[in-house]
Nanobody, 119 residues
Framework: QVQLVESGGGLVQPGGSLRLSCAAS????????MGWFRQAPGKEREFVTD????????YYANSVKGRFTISRDDAKNTVYLQMNSLKPEDTAVYYC????????????WGQGTQVTVSS
């Protein structure tokens, strides 16, 4: 079993930055793909970015490419999401998720952290 806990959300002005963290426990996340998703009010949850744990390959939704950066710290079993140049449309609950090798879908999810971009 894997437990994921997000932190770092909050209120930020347009153009500002936030860094989200996702701390994993219960199992070492070697070989797991780690992802960030978000869900805005009244909308479906959408993919934001992910990173293969050992390979370090990253993928981004077009809406965040060039503004968001995903990274991981193997020693701390933690994944980060650096968000720059934030826009009001980035407002959402952000979720961290883990996908086991060869799994067709994400197996573990965090509880989410609220990000609000507003002046």
């Amino acid at each position: 079993q894997v437990q994921l806990v997000e932190s770092g959300g909050g209120l930020v002005q347009p153009g500002g930055s936030l860094r989200l963290s996702c701390a994993a426990s219960g199992r070492t996340l070697s070989w797991y793909t780690m992802g960030w998703f978000r869900q805005a009010p009244g909308k479906e949850r959408e993919f934001v970015t992910d990173i293969t744990w050992t390979g370090g390959s990253t993928y981004y939704a077009n809406s965040v490419k060039g503004r968001f950066t995903i990274s991981r710290d193997d020693a701390k079993n933690t994944v980060y999401l650096q968000m720059n140049s934030l826009k009001p449309e980035d407002t959402a609950v952000y979720y961290c998720a883990a996908r086991a090798p060869r799994s067709p879908e994400y197996d573990y999810w965090g509880q989410g952290t609220q990000v609000t971009v507003s002046s």
